[in-house]
């Protein structure tokens, strides 16, 4: 099972440009710049905290 179909059952929603990115709905409740400037961490309720490459937002 792809992530695109795991997301479904859980309140998931899939990306229309890429099937492969789920969004979940989570609160996240603190966001911070690492050391080097490159990531940025968000500390969400209940999913942890994640990271994310900033080169990768748009």
Same mark, same amino acid.
């Given at each position: 099972m792809g992530?695109?179909?795991? !997301? *479904? !059952? *859980? !309140? !998931?929603?899939v990306d229309p440009k890429n099937a492969d990115h789920v969004f979940l709905a989570v609160a996240v409740l603190q966001l911070k710049l690492g050391p080097d400037g490159t990531t940025l961490y968000a500390a969400t309720h209940g999913r942890g905290i994640h990271g994310i490459q900033v080169r990768d937002l748009s």
């Open positions: 992530p695109s179909r795991a !997301g *479904r !059952g *859980r !309140g !998931g929603a």
